[in-house]
């Protein structure tokens, strides 16, 4: 068993983000702050993709749906599949996001297991 304290894990501050993540051996978890500076991205990848909305609005599109989620909102993106988060009225978002299978890449910023 590993255990963590998001609030302890170091921040890995981009331009426009800052990120933390946890990774398992199946999956990853990443949670980001995103700034107001943040431009949309449309993208896909190989893995499923689950965003919780932890504060501030977005809206997020996929396979021709649009939807504003706030606080509580859970959206899951299957993959292969483009999608989009987009900042709303220039907002901070606060956002955990869970990968499945995990996203090595990502894993490299996690806590090395003991």
Known sequence: MQTYNWNELPGHKKEDR???????????VLQQRLFSNMKPNPHSHPWEQMSIVLEGKAKFTCM????????????????????????????????????APGVERLNEMAPQKP
Not at 18 to 28: D, K
Not at 80 to 99: D, P, Q, S
């Open 18 to 28: 800052v990120q933390r993540v946890v990774a398992g051996q199946n999956m990853t």
């Open 64 to 99: 021709g749906k649009e939807v504003v989620m706030g606080p509580g909102g859970v959206v899951v993106f299957p993959p292969n599949e483009v999608h989009c988060t987009e900042l709303v009225a220039g907002e901070e978002l606060f956002v955990e996001e869970i990968f």
